[in-house]
């Protein structure tokens, strides 16, 4: 057989199409353009003189050839990451890459803490991926990060999950809503009102939905938005009031942009986690960040503790 000339980057882009079965995933995920995948993958299969997909339709499988690939790169892979870590190890100086995923609601926060951290290790290399809550998971889940900070730690996988940070939900309103200098409004009465919500599966969301079965209260949602901005945006706009993260309201509030409602039962108290496949053996720079964010993040983060007093 003759010998095969492949290179790192071949075995990195097949491991990450074959694990993702899309092409558009994994050039996202490696920074490239899907054409440039492509080529190199027939290049690959040209290398090992086989092919490694099959189309079926409109997908695409591993051959048995791909099979074996997939299960060499995996190999190959795994001991570069344990050569890493233990040259790492050698070196006082904490450095090599961060592979972190945060859901969107983190990037009023996370940016900060990252900051500090980097301050203090510039050989560290953040690879950071902002994205919901759903494609958090499944890169958990595929195991493609470091860690991944999230709200609540998924039910349906075996994790670790840290918590670090203090995650306030409160209600927001426009600063002339006619509740914004009402005291302890009960749940009964804010039910009433015109609801933007998230989108359903959203941190946020599902602890609105906890509150609102607890309450014994229901709610007609008035918008249904899948962002945190789109709401902040439409609440200032006056279409209607909504639950949001106190730390993605400090310049809205103040501005005096936003009004946080004095509603019984808020705010809600939730805490931020770095989560992780239960087993896994977190990198050097990895464990690093991990004891950042539990013992000082939240001082290098804007302040996220109660609420200001409804604005009048």
């Not at 075995?11 to 995920?29: G, K």
């Not at 005096?256 to 087993?279: I, S």
Request: contains cysteine; aromatic residues 6%.
């Amino acid at each position: 057989m003759p010998r095969m000339h492949l290179t790192l980057q071949q075995l990195r882009l097949f491991e990450a199409v074959a694990r993702h079965r899309h092409f558009t995933r994994a050039a996202e995920e490696l920074h490239l353009t899907q054409p440039a995948v492509s080529i190199q993958l027939r290049r690959l299969e040209e290398n090992v003189g086989a092919k490694l997909f099959e189309h079926i339709g409109k997908r695409f499988f591993l051959t048995p050839a791909g099979h074996e690939m997939h299960a060499a790169c995996n190999d190959i892979l795994e001991r570069l990451r344990t050569l890493e870590q233990a040259l790492d190890s050698l070196d006082d100086t904490l450095k090599g890459p961060l592979r972190l995923s945060v859901v969107t609601s983190t990037k009023y926060f996370i940016p900060h803490i990252l900051g500090s951290f980097i301050a203090d290790h510039q050989a560290v290399v953040p690879r950071l991926i902002v994205t919901n809550r759903e494609r958090v998971i499944e890169r958990l889940a595929e195991n493609q990060d470091d860690f991944v900070i999230m709200g609540q730690a998924p039910d349906d996988l075996a994790v670790e999950a840290r918590p670090f940070y203090e995650n306030l939900l409160v209600v927001a309103a426009h600063p002339h809503h006619p509740l914004a200098a009402v005291p302890a409004i009960p749940p009964a009465q804010i039910a009433s009102e015109r609801w933007l919500v998230r989108e359903a599966g959203s941190g946020t969301r599902s602890a609105f939905d906890r509150y609102l079965i607890e309450h014994e209260v229901a709610i007609s949602p008035y918008m249904e938005l899948g962002s945190t901005e789109a709401i902040k945006q439409a609440v200032m706009a006056g279409l209607g009031v909504s639950v949001l993260p106190l730390s993605s309201m400090q310049l809205e509030l103040s501005n005096g942009c936003l009004a946080v409602l004095d509603v019984h039962g808020f705010p809600l108290c939730r805490r931020w986690n770095a989560v992780w496949l239960k087993g896994k053996t977190l990198p050097r720079v990895a464990q690093a960040f991990v004891e950042f964010l539990l013992e000082g993040a939240k001082h290098a983060a804007p302040h996220a503790g109660h609420p200001p007093a409804a604005s009048a």
